[in-house]
T-cell receptor, first 109, second 112 residues
Framework: GQNIDQPTEMTATEGAIVQINCTYQTSGFNGLFWYQQHAGEAPTFLSYNVLDGLEEKGRFSSFLSRSKGYSYLLLKELQMKDSASYLCAVRNGDYQLIWGAGTKLIIKP | IAGITQAPTSQILAAGRRMTLRCTQDMRHNAMYWYRQDLGLGLRLIHYSNTAGTTGKGEVPDGYSVSRANTDDFPLTLASAVPSQTSVYFC???????????FGPGTRLTVL
């Protein structure tokens, strides 16, 4: 089968750094996405990785290792508004998007 | 309209009733998708359309149907609703099947 694994919930402190991991097992790979979803709202696109390495976008960075089936989302200088769920999704060999259940990130002052 | 709109925002429906969830985008995106999101589960694809006039089945298509008569609209129909279809439904679109997806605000559906 195909699956995406992420921690269910994480807690971090305002101003700190947090790393959210995602491991995947899919039939083929054509890219990995990270989305942010605030409670009661729609997911919004954060980042896309298709090659190994780190993609940086402001306070957010995303890393991919295709050989390990692993990605992480790194959030720096955490703000209260970063409290949300973070969804990892992998596009498989058939170009289907497989979604993880998401990681709920709780930011404490 | 800016982006994707969905209607209704929420709905309570009696089991056995027919219901159509509406989705409209104004970005001229070719691909559109319907997902359901349930607590503790990832987004699950119900149906998709890569371009106007074509549709395909996703991971959980049973009990749902779609049509894509034009680029902008992608309605989802529940022919005879059942309580297990209680969920939050998201419509999404992307320029092609390979780009990031943009999501509508969602429809919260309760089937009693």
């Amino acid at each position: 089968g195909q699956n995406i694994d992420q921690p269910t919930e994480m807690t971090a402190t305002e101003g700190a750094i947090v790393q959210i991991n995602c491991t995947y097992q899919t039939s083929g790979f054509n890219g990995l996405f990270w989305y942010q979803q605030h409670a009661g709202e729609a997911p919004t696109f954060l980042s896309y990785n298709v090659l190994d390495g780190l993609e940086e976008k402001g306070r957010f960075s995303s890393f991919l290792s295709r050989s390990k089936g692993y990605s992480y989302l790194l959030l720096k200088e955490l703000q209260m508004k970063d409290s949300a769920s973070y969804l990892c999704a992998v596009r498989n060999g058939d170009y289907q998007l497989i979604w993880g259940a998401g990681t709920k990130l709780i930011i404490k002052p | 309209i800016a982006g994707i709109t969905q209607a209704p925002t929420s709905q309570i429906l009696a089991a056995g009733r027919r219901m159509t969830l509406r989705c409209t985008q104004d970005m001229r995106h070719n691909a559109m998708y319907w997902y359901r999101q349930d607590l503790g589960l990832g987004l699950r694809l119900i149906h998709y359309s890569n371009t106007a006039g074509t549709t395909g089945k996703g991971e959980v298509p049973d009990g749902y149907s779609v049509s894509r008569a034009n680029t902008d609209d992608f309605p989802l129909t529940l022919a005879s609703a059942v309580p297990s279809q209680t969920s939050v439904y998201f419509c999404a679109s992307s320029e092609t099947g390979q780009n990031e997806q943009f999501f509508g605000p969602g429809t919260r559906l309760t089937v009693l």
